[in-house]
């Protein structure tokens, strides 16, 4: 957790999966279009207390960071965002399934 000694970080170590890199790619989409800052995203990663540092991957929490960072922004509404999810829930747990839905 922050500021505390955690070990080396080997990035040789991790091959990150294609949602990490989604949210990563998001992280600077919307950063860049001035919705928040990496100081706003760090904020929202904080907030989250130390739970979330035990219980949720680095990507999961970044993931609900940028999120917390557009609701505040009023980019969407969490109705909106709820709404949303279910809406990408009900097309299936692949991409096949999805494909198969359309």
Request: charged share 30%; hydrophobic share 40%; net charge negative.
């Amino acid at each position: 957790m922050g500021g505390q000694a955690a070990g080396a970080v080997l990035p040789e170590d991790h091959d990150y999966a294609l949602w990490e890199k989604r949210v990563d790619a998001l992280m600077v989409l919307c950063s860049s279009k001035g919705y928040f800052t990496v100081d706003g995203l760090r904020r929202a990663i904080e907030d989250m207390g130390e739970e979330a540092f035990e219980t949720m991957s680095y990507y999961e929490r970044w993931v609900a960071a940028v999120s917390q960072n557009m609701i505040e922004a009023g980019a969407y509404s969490l109705a909106e965002l709820g709404e949303r999810m279910e809406r990408v829930k009900a097309r299936g747990d692949t991409y096949g399934e999805a494909a198969d839905g359309q």
